[in-house]
């Protein structure tokens, strides 16, 4: 180990036991952090070096972690995000995700890199965390509450409004399998079910705050990309404007709006649900996360007849796609309402939408019946069902409980052809934007480690609109059609993929118009390091590598590398009925990528000269 860390780590790990109540803080050298950067490649080092083989994602065994990288609460656009990672209870496998607003710049400035818990507390506690100094508090009082309510109850306790606090809500307490992490009310840690680790741990929330930033090596250097962003408003002038699902009807012309559980593609109601109609409708403001000037979170305001808190943000494209259209619901208000529950109750409002639209098509086809579902009609469009069922899942009640399995397992338990609705990969729900239109995005569906996730993906239209350019310097250079899944364009997602991990293992914000230089240059601005695009690019590598071993250590094959059969028929109506996701060309496309990045092109296990190459044990 060496005294001195590079900048923008604090080179330091708290280590939380929670059976023993131990807490200790261990340090990181320099080497690692270059080797790992944060995020997503400490998560994957920690899951794949310290878990055995086969635990219950909710046994004591697990580890949940909270990674920063060293970007988090830099002064720079996109700084404020870190990474919670676990085996995940939905999937099985690995999984991790990315979470903004300030809790991260807060940990950061409370002096640690990361945060590992291990164990499980006898009743019900939380982690306070103060400018160094960690200690368990008792959280009894707080077990059943909301996270407005868990937030506001830990600030009055400990006197201090500016705590940081991410909770779970009863979602979390009851495990539901795709239950989140909350923090600052609307800021969702959402995919694989971190949030039911968090709940089998007894651990209700992890307060923090923090006085003091490390150094950073060139600041100068950070205000130079800065002054560029402020110069170049026109590339993020549009998150500014909607936040996130603008031009929702052309998101249905072209086939990429979920509908009606991904089966059809005709949404007329769709301009109801857009960024625009919540702009004009009931939103109120926007806010930002840590040192954005991009300002792109919608908050609202409902009164009647779904009394909505802006203290919960309001809806972005996933959450209006997943409980709107993808369930047939065209009511905006109501959309907000779910939102709102999900992030009062710690719910993947992504997993929420798809597994209560599987359940809307399993009640059409009669798998479901109004006997299982206590009398309730859960049919497309029905807004009293979605919302009644968001609220059974958190508490685990009647169908809710089928429902809280995740749609593999509740398709599984449900039997009688179920599967053909389970619009997931891996066990985890799939993100809102269709493979049938963006070839290279099914590809990423079907081989991320975590399962079927959108943001560490590639988007095929990027590679034909307004994003081309920034794709140049990773090997885009002309036009591709979203449909195409040739050796190039397969090349094309392999980098864009690794570029998008970087920007996990450095909590760096995917929104923010960097290009692959301007983060090299981000980084040595902070660090002082001479990095270069090379080493990030193996620093990826080596991150999904090391997720890689770990499914294959838990059983996963090749052949769960795959997508639901569905993409691979046409919808129903729509521009997408007569195109179809061609399994072979996906099949040739996976062994191509396996063989890019150094795996068997038949099994995808990786092959012993990857591993010493990028120096993995």
């Keep these: 180990m060496v005294e001195q860390i590079a900048g923008g780590y604090n080179g330091k790990i708290l280590r939380v036991n929670l059976s023993g109540k131990h807490l200790s803080t261990e340090t990181i050298d320099e080497l690692f952090c270059r080797k ?25 065994e697990n580890k949940l972690i909270f990674a920063l990288g060293p970007v988090t609460g830099m002064s720079i656009s996109g700084s404020g995000r870190h990474c919670i990672g676990a085996k995940s209870p939905l999937t099985g496998g690995y999984t991790k995700s990315e979470v903004g607003g300030n809790w991260g710049a807060e940990l950061k400035r409370a002096g640690y890199d990361a ?16 400018d160094g100094e960690a200690s368990l508090k008792d959280a009894s009082h707080l077990w059943g509450m ?16 500016l705590i940081r606090v991410a909770t779970i809500g009863p979602g979390g307490e009851n495990l539901v399998r795709f239950a989140c992490i909350i923090n600052d009310l609307h800021d969702a840690a959402g995919r694989g079910g971190t949030g039911a680790v968090m709940g089998s741990k007894n651990l209700k929330a992890i307060g923090v705050r923090g006085h003091k930033a490390p150094q950073v090596a060139h600041p100068e250097h950070l205000k130079e990309l800065r002054k560029w962003l402020l110069a170049h408003r026109e590339l993020w002038a549009g998150f500014n404007e909607l936040g996130t699902g603008g031009g929702m009807e052309a998101g249905m012309l072209t086939g990429n709006l979920p509908v009606h559980n991904f089966r059809d593609g005709e949404f007329p109601d769709a301009s109801k649900i857009s960024a625009e109609a ?8 926007m806010e930002t996360c840590f040192a954005c000037p991009i300002r792109c979170k919608k908050v609202v ?27 047939g619901i065209s009511d905006l208000k109501a ?19 798809v597994v209560i639209a599987f359940a809307m098509e399993c009640f059409e ?15 497309f469009g029905n807004t009293e069902a979605m919302l009644k069922t968001t609220e059974l899942i958190a508490r685990r009640e009647g169908i809710g409980s089928l429902l809280a399995e995740g749609t593999a397992r509740a398709a599984r338990k449900i039997g009688k052809g179920a599967m053909e609705f389970a619009m997931q990969v891996k066990g985890l729900e799939i993100g809102m934007h269709e493979p049938r239109l963006k070839a290279a995005l099914g590809l990423g569906y079907s081989i991320n480690p975590h399962g079927a996730d959108h943001c560490a993906n590639f988007h095929d239209t990027m590679a034909s609109g307004r994003g081309r350019n920034r794709l140049k310097l990773l090997g885009l250079l002309e036009p591709m059609p979203a449909d195409e899944l040739s050796p190039r364009k397969v090349s094309l997602f392999h980098n864009v993929h690794k570029e998008r991990i970087i920007r996990d293992c450095l909590a760096l914000c995917s929104f923010v118009p960097w290009d692959i230089e301007q983060i090299n240059d981000i980084l ?3 660090t002082g390091w001479q990095t270069g695009v090379v080493e990030m690019m193996r620093v990826a590598e080596r991150t999904l590598t090391m997720a890689r071993l770990f499914n294959l250590r838990e059983g996963f094959t090749a052949a769960d590398d795959k997508l639901p059969e569905r993409f691979h028929q046409p919808k129903r109506n729509g521009v997408l009925s007569t195109r179809f996701y061609d399994p072979q060309e996906l099949e040739k496309a996976r062994s191509y990528y396996y063989t890019l990045m150094g795996w068997d092109a038949r099994t995808g296990i990786p092959t012993p000269e990857k591993l010493a190459d990028l120096g993995i044990d």
């Design 36 to 60: 790992y950067l944060g995020g997503a490649g400490f998560i994957s080092y920690f899951l794949w070096q310290e878990l055995e083989q086969g635990i219950d994602p909710l046994a004591p």
């Design 524 to 526: 040595s601005a902070v």
């Design 301 to 327: 305001r409902v009164d009647e007849p779904y009394p909505v808190d802006p203290a919960y943000g309001g809806p972005e494209y996933e959450a209006l796609a997943s409980l709107g259209s993808n369930c």
């Design 115 to 130: 945060i590992i818990i291990e164990g499980k507390a006898e009743k019900p506690v939380y982690l306070w965390v103060n």
């Design 365 to 379: 086809n009669g798998l479901l019946t109004e006997k299982d579902t206590d009398g309730i009609e859960l049919k």
């Design 146 to 161: 909301s996270t407005k309510e868990t937030q506001n109850s830990i600030r009055t306790e400990l006197g201090d409004n």
């Design 278 to 285: 919540v702009r004009d409708t009931i939103r109120i403001n």
């Design 335 to 353: 959309i907000a309402k779910a939102n709102e529950l999900c992030n009062a109750y710690s719910l993947d409002a992504i997993s929420t939408g």
